[in-house]
């Protein structure tokens, strides 16, 4: 059974950082990309950055203060935040596509075929 568990979120200052966690079980990610969305009360969930096995994507929000990146041997991708603002307050999951080597704009929830629980960032200003 394929698990996905997000850990690292937290309350954090505006201008902090913080690193998301995803550790992926049940089967191996490494050449299948893996994205982060995030979803504030009463907001559709939104793409915050993607990695497939040789690129990074991100929203227009974060780039420049968010970092994806991912250890095949541990199986797990992260989500390093900085400069934080009181907007990216939301609840962030974690994502995997089940094919390898696929292709396609990483931007849809519909891509994806695995999602973990989420973990609360909270920004406050």
């Known amino acids: 059974q394929v698990q996905l568990v997000e850990s690292g979120g937290g309350l954090v200052q505006a201008g902090g950082s913080l690193r998301l966690s995803c550790a992926a079980s049940?089967?191996?990610?490494?050449?299948?990309?893996m994205g982060w969305f995030r979803q504030a009360p009463g907001k559709e969930r939104d793409f915050v950055a993607a990695i497939s096995w040789s690129s990074t994507y991100y929203a227009d929000a974060v780039k420049g203060r968010f970092t994806i990146s991912r250890d095949n041997a541990k199986n797990t991708v992260y989500l390093q935040m900085n400069s934080l603002k009181s907007e990216d307050t939301a609840r962030y999951y974690c994502?995997?596509?089940?094919?390898?080597?696929?292709?396609?704009?990483?931007?849809?929830?519909?891509?994806?075929?695995?999602w973990g629980q989420g973990t609360q960032v909270t920004v406050s200003s």
């Open positions: 049940g089967r191996t990610f490494s050449s299948s990309p």
């Open positions: 994502a995997a596509v089940k094919g390898s080597y696929y292709r396609g704009s990483y931007l849809r929830e519909k891509e994806y075929d695995y």
